[in-house]
């Protein structure tokens, strides 16, 4: 009886042991994933502020081509 209880906890402990590795791995991939998400974001932000500025000349502005 004995002997199956200390089988029983050394098969928990086991168990227990295998699921916080697997936690801390799905940590690292959680904050690596966050890590990258900042950064889209900062690239997105970047890309609408260059769209948002006139890149392009109204037409009005703009000098013809030099075969005209």
């Known amino acids: 009886m ?3 209880l200390e089988e029983r906890l ?21 904050i690596e994933q966050g890590r990258k998400i900042d950064l ?9 502020q260059t769209m948002n500025e006139d890149v392009v000349k109204p037409l009005s502005e703009e000098t013809p081509p ?3």
Not at 12 to 27: G, S
Not at 40 to 48: H, P
């Open 10 to 30: 050394i098969e928990i402990e086991t168990v227990l042991a295998v699921q916080e590795k697997f936690i801390d791995d799905l940590n690292q991939v959680v």
């Open 2 to 4: 004995a002997q199956d």
């Open 66 to 68: 030099p075969h005209y």
């Open 40 to 48: 889209l974001i900062k690239q997105n932000q970047y890309l609408l």
